[in-house]
């Protein structure tokens, strides 16, 4: 879950191989069957988006697998066109395909998971940016991705915080590395606001954030970032992501050998207090 200078997922975007091919899969097949039964209703592209409070050109976006449709809007099609639930059977593929190709099953179980513990080393987790974090990180990116991309995945990863919401809570962890609290990406305004962010979420009770403060002479987590997750079937996966390789491992050695290097790394990091105080000072003195 957790992306020279290609960030992980949570670190960061999409570079080409990253990005899914809008013009194929679910994407096609979802807009090939809206396209059919709005036809079959009898309803122009432009009425049919005025009565849904969209442009022409996007239903035009959606009926050609370009654009990702939001599940609102897929309830609010099925239901306007009399689908009959067809299109609401798609939304959940539907939804994994704003994700880049390799990030959708790690998606899909973060979804899903009763726990969730994370190590970064570069950026703010996805999971914890703001929406001008994320848009600052995704611009940043080369090559350049266009607008509507940026928009896309901004939208999905603001999506996937739904989890700090979601009933019953899951038990989360963070452990970032002071130095990415340094980086003032977007800005000032914007670098104070992502901090802001951060101390909101670690004064939730089902989230402790640790900081790894840059004079610590021991340091288990030099291999780099990664997420642990716990299923409601007991299964425990870990997630890992270097340039354009992302994996996800179910092999119990492995996750316990990542397990292991989480646990050194909570040690070594400043206490969950300690962490607020850090991040407090940052934004005293910034």
């Avoid at 020279?4 to 191989?17: H, K, L, N, Q, Y």
């Avoid at 915080?161 to 899951?170: G, K, L, M, N, V």
């Amino acid at each position: 879950m957790n992306e020279s200078t290609r960030p992980a997922e949570d670190e960061d975007p999409v570079g080409d191989a990253a990005a899914p091919d809008p013009g194929s899969g679910i994407l096609r097949v979802f807009g090939r069957q809206l396209k059919r039964f709005r036809v079959r209703a009898g309803v122009e592209r432009s009425e049919f988006g005025a009565r849904l409070g969209y442009s022409a050109s996007t239903i035009a976006a959606y009926e050609q697998g370009r654009r990702v449709p939001p599940p609102r809007f897929i309830d609010q099609a099925d239901d306007l066109l009399d689908a009959g639930e067809v299109l609401k059977e798609m939304k959940e593929e539907v939804a994994r395909a704003q994700y880049p190709a390799f990030f959708r099953d790690a998606a899909k179980l973060e979804g899903e998971a009763v726990e969730l513990h994370a190590y970064d080393a570069h950026l703010v987790k996805g999971l914890m940016q703001t929406e001008d974090y994320a848009r600052a990180v995704f611009k940043m990116w080369r090559p350049l991705l266009d607008d509507e991309t940026i928009e896309q995945r901004i939208a999905a990863r603001l999506a996937r915080q739904a989890i700090f919401t979601r009933c019953p809570q899951p038990h989360m962890s963070f452990v970032i590395e002071e130095a990415a609290l340094h980086k003032r990406l977007g800005g000032r305004n914007v670098w104070r606001g992502q901090l802001e962010q951060i101390l909101l979420i670690s004064q939730t009770r089902n989230v402790d954030v640790q900081v790894m403060p840059l004079d610590r002479e021991e340091h288990a987590g030099l291999a780099g970032p990664f997420t642990l997750m716990e299923l409601k079937d007991g299964r425990r996966i870990a997630y890992t992501e270097v340039q354009s390789d992302s994996r996800l491992h179910t092999e119990r050695g492995r996750v316990r050998g990542l397990e292991a290097t989480y646990g050194t790394l909570r040690a070594q990091a400043l206490t969950p207090r300690e962490s607020q105080a850090l991040i407090e000072k940052l934004l005293g003195d910034g």
